[in-house]
């Protein structure tokens, strides 16, 4: 049977909310929680499909549990690994750098061999730039809940079936 891996950091407010949603729609039965915190590689390579919280800080920067295993996470071979990404960003207060954790986060996982899942459109967002845009597109599912705390649990929800077409 496949697995499937929800990491995030359990000391995160808003990432943690999400994380609940996003389990509560794919079946508790159906992933597993990880902290982020205590990451290794054998655990990460363990799951054969890997759902990320990767919120981002100050001025578009990786919150630092996962800079910290970026070193490790960059030696490892992801090709058979199909990873999704979601992440908080404030869209009005830091309109140049609206989520790039996902961004930056899908970036060391490509030049890894992972394929990055969970394509969202950037259509309903207001920004400036982001590293997660690729296109009309964001490599991931952005969240913001300084702004759009309203439309946080469709977006979960809808995201989470595209994930099960995906992850199969």
């Known amino acids: 049977m496949q697995k499937t891996a929800l990491i995030y950091s359990f000391n995160t407010n808003r990432t943690s909310i999400a994380a609940k949603l996003i389990q509560d729609a794919f079946g508790k039965e159906n992933i597993d929680l990880v902290n982020a915190e205590d990451i290794n590689e054998k655990k990460f390579l363990s799951y054969d499909f890997l759902i990320l919280g990767v919120p981002t800080w100050f001025d578009g920067e990786l919150p630092n549990y996962w800079d910290e295993f970026v070193p490790a996470l960059e030696d490892l071979d992801l ?85 099960k077409k995906e992850f199969k």
């Open 79 to 163: 090709k058979n690994k199909k990873i999704a990404i979601f992440g908080n960003g404030d869209q009005k207060g830091y309109p140049e750098n609206f989520v790039d954790g996902i961004g930056i986060m899908a970036d060391i996982l490509e030049k890894c061999k992972a394929k990055i899942v969970g394509y969202t459109p950037v259509e309903g967002y207001e920004f400036e730039n982001s590293r997660a845009q690729r296109g009309d597109m964001f490599a991931g599912l952005a969240l913001d809940f300084e702004n759009q705390r309203k439309l946080n649990k469709g977006r979960i929800a809808k995201w989470v079936e595209q994930l």
